[in-house]
Every structure is written in C-alpha cells, then in structure tokens.
C-alpha cells in the first residue's frame, strides 16, 4: 500500500471534546482566519481560533479528530485569501472553505454528536461509516467494476448490532479486498486481525484444500534487487540496507538501483544490519509514518550529490526501478530534476468531491540546467507500484528517458488515510492522475517503451529474474546497454 506523500494524521487522545459551539461564527470579520472550514473533497473539517487549528474526518455520521497544532508550523504552505485556506503539502494542493459554522456532529453539546460517542463501538455504525466515506470518496467504482448499490446490498445485511470485532473485520476485510486496489486496505488490533484471518481462511478452506503441493519459500524483492546488483556491479556501493545500489556497468553505463522511496535517510545503523531491523527502526523514528517527506527529499538529494557526481562521465545511465514498491512521490521526482532540463507541468492530479473531483492540480517536475543529458533508461515491472509510478508517469515528458521492462501496477492515487470510530485505520483511492495527454493509467500501469514480458504475479516475475541471472544474463540490462551503444 502506497504510503501518503503527506504523513497520516494522527490521532490525539486528548482531544476527547471537539467543537463547541461557534458564537457568532459569521460575524467574524473578513479577513481574519477564524473560523470553521471544510475541505474541497477529502471529508475534513478545521476549526481555526487565534492561530490554533483542530483538524477532524467528518461524515454524517462520524466527527473524529485527526490533528491540532498551530497554523505557524505550515510556515509559507498555509495560505488564507477570500475565505479559502491553500496548504500546499509536496506536490499537492488542498482547500479548505469557510462554512458558517461546524457539523451537529462535530460538537460536542449536540445531541448527534453524544449519539456518535455512544455508537463508536457498535458494528453496524463502524460498517456505514466506512460504507459512506468510500461511496462519497473513491474515484474507481467504474473502472474497478465495482457498482456500489449491490456491493452494499451483499454486505450490509451480515452486520448486526451482534456482530463480533472478528466477524466485523472479516466482513470489511473481504468486501475491501474484492476491489482488486492495491491502496485500499483496513487495519486493525493483531489479535483481531488474527481471530479475522482465522475466519476467513475457514470461509475460503475448500480453496486451500486443493493445494496438494507445499508451495515454495517465497523470494522476496529486495533479496532479488540484491542478487542483481551482485551480479552486475560487484564492486558498487550500498546505501540503507540496499534502499539504493549504484556503480558501473560494462561499456561505461551508469547503474542506480532505486528500491524504495523513503527509508533515505541516515539512521546511523551499521551496513550489517538486516532487512528487517532496520525498517523496523525506519517506522519506530517518527512513529507509524516514519520519517516525513521533506527528510527524505533532502537525503535522495544529499545522496545523489555523491552518484551525479561519480557516474557524471557515463555514456549513458540505467535506473532500476523494478523492485521498488513505492513511498514519497516527492523522493522519486527528486532523482528525475536530475535529468530533466527545465521546470515542466508533468501530469495532472484532482480528488474525488461528489458526484465531480476538486479543481486539477498541474504538477510540476522540476528541473536542473546542469540535467544530466546523455541517455537514460528506467527499468520498470509489475512489481514497480504508487510513488515508483508517479516516477514513471513524470519520465514520459523528459525525452531522454526510455522505459524497459514490462508496464507498472497501476496504483496512482495517495491513499486517503481516515479511522473509524472503533479505532480502526483504512485508507482508500480517491485521486485520478492524468498524463499530459489525458490518459488515466490506473488499473493498467504505464507501459514499456521496450517489453520484456515479465510475469504479472510477482512469484513468477522475481523468478524470472533470478533464473536469467543464472544464466549470466538479466535482460532488462542487457537491454538497456544494447541501446546505449546504438
């Protein structure tokens, strides 16, 4: 799942009495940002007063705070003009407009508001919320084929004010994962998500009772991404635990291998460390989210300070993407000002908001006059998804780079963060990315300007791979050095 490019709003116990009531909310003056503000799209409510902000998830139902703060921490990405609020996060722009005043259920002398409090734990409540905010909030009904109204019919009649929290997150969990999104996903306590698992595993056992043969030990990406580089630039350097490999191939072509985007920066652990330990002390930094965008846009650049500068005299320059499951758009964006020239608006990104979306949101890839100018080729796969795609989509408008592999997931959009009363956390699509051209690529992934015909599940890809590399070969490479020397 995708992480957000903006980090998940948090939830804070404090925060026990959200809105009070708001005494002469419209005779505040003009131009003074006090107020109470809903966001365009996204399902927020803000509530500022004297510089302090309290941010929560609203539905009809639902009112749950997410954040508080105050609005100096945003510095020059909060703006206010005309009673609208623009906070600019990354590469995204949201809105947030005056209202007179908050939602009944948002305060906290409302009887709507003391119902939600005494429903937060009732499984048929938890089941509209969540029904409600993906109804009003996800952008792929249509392409997912997915209608709603009968999802909702099939579902909604196997909750009952009895259901237990396993039977709840069994139901939720099925019906989430019969979308085929790749950024839809529900999370839960372990031991609920266990006693979950349990139910769901005996509802499908006559699936896993045809399984005669012990499947084999799964291979994993970054074991693979090791493996290649291992073959291909034994003497290359290594950053992070393998979050980035990067030395010289034959014929004098650069190669950087890109496994992730985030978990960049310097956490002071020896080179030995494993995999394992060292995500986990990635995500115990800044808690669940782990360390925020701006940290790890200035690592990539810190870093790619030293590759630049060691590869500047390469003919040409691969950069290997294949194994990489995404992260910060930002981080990927980073590496592409790199190579492209000059400032160009790259793709278009809007939120669903009703029945429409928000208004289009030109994103920008910047670029350097000292860009790297030779050829570039990024290999891509199946297994190359979210902010690895965002990377993709902004290439096709930089001439200079070629794609090998196979097409990408197809899984654009941040996943929109929200949390249901019960304490649950899930995230959904609700963005649409379009290239310049107006082509939406999700569902489909971008493709190859050269195919290699990778396996689509990621078993048979990462095999693939593996099996060429017996072979002395991996043809994605290869490949791209053929074409630097043409």
């Not at 799209?41 to 004297?50: C, P």
């Not at 407009?97 to 939602?103: S, V």
């Not at 590759?307 to 990489?324: G, H, T, Y």
């Amino acid at each position: 799942m995708k992480p957000q490019t903006h980090a998940r709003l948090l939830c804070f116990s404090v925060l026990s009495l959200l809105f009070v009531s708001c005494e002469n909310a419209t005779e505040k003056r003009e131009d003074s940002v006090n107020g109470v503000y809903e966001s365009v799209g996204y399902g927020r409510v803000v509530k500022i007063e004297e510089g302090e902000f309290l941010l929560a998830d609203v539905t009809s139902k639902s009112c749950i705070a997410l954040m508080e703060g105050n609005i100096s921490d945003f510095q020059d990405a909060f703006q206010y003009k005309n009673d609208t609020i623009t906070l600019q996060d990354g590469i995204n722009v949201y809105y947030f407009t005056r209202i007179a005043d908050a939602p009944a259920v948002c305060k906290n002398d409302s009887p709507e508001y003391k119902m939600a409090q005494e429903k937060a734990n009732d499984p048929e409540h938890n089941f509209e919320i969540l029904w409600e905010t993906f109804r009003d909030h996800y952008a792929y009904f249509d392409l997912r084929n997915v209608n709603p109204d009968k999802m909702y019919a099939q579902y909604r009649p196997r909750v009952t004010a009895t259901t237990t929290e396993p039977e709840l997150f069994f139901i939720m969990y099925e019906m989430l994962e019969s979308f085929d999104d790749g950024h839809i996903g529900i999370e839960a306590s372990d031991e609920i998500e266990e006693a979950a698992y349990e139910l769901y595993d005996a509802a499908h056992s006559e699936e896993t009772e045809e399984e005669t043969t012990i499947p084999a030990k799964p291979l994993r990406g970054y074991q693979v991404a090791a493996a290649v580089a291992e073959a291909y630039i034994p003497e290359g350097k290594i950053m992070n635990s393998g979050n980035m490999r990067w030395g010289m191939l034959k014929n004098n072509v650069g190669y950087v291998q890109l496994n992730q985007m985030m978990g960049l920066v310097d956490l002071n652990l020896p080179d030995t460390v494993s995999y394992r330990t060292y995500w986990t002390t990635y995500f115990e930094r800044d808690g669940d989210t782990g360390i925020e965008t701006p940290g790890e846009v200035k690592a990539i650049n810190t870093v790619l300070d030293v590759i630049m500068n060691e590869l500047k005299d390469s003919e040409a320059l691969v950069i290997d993407v294949r194994f990489n499951g995404g992260g910060k758009d930002e981080v990927g964006m980073a590496f592409l000002e790199r190579l492209n020239p000059e400032d160009k608006v790259v793709f278009t990104k809007k939120g669903r908001k009703g029945s429409g979306f928000t208004p289009d949101n030109q994103v920008v890839q910047k670029g350097s006059a000292s860009a790297y100018a030779k050829p570039v080729y990024l290999l891509i796969s199946g297994e190359s998804a979210s902010a690895t795609e965002i990377m993709a989509l902004s290439s096709l408008s930089i001439p200079s780079i070629m794609r090998i592999g196979s097409r990408t997931e197809g899984v654009f959009s941040d996943i929109l963060d929200k949390e249901l009363p019960n304490g649950w956390a899930f995230g959904l699509s609700s963005e649409v990315y379009l290239d310049m051209k107006g082509n939406n690529y999700e569902g489909l992934g971008i493709g190859p300007d050269v195919e290699m015909n990778y396996a689509r599940d990621t078993q048979e890809f990462y095999r693939q791979v593996m099996e060429d590399l017996e072979k002395q070969s991996d043809r994605s490479i290869e490949r791209a050095i053929e074409e630097a020397a043409h």
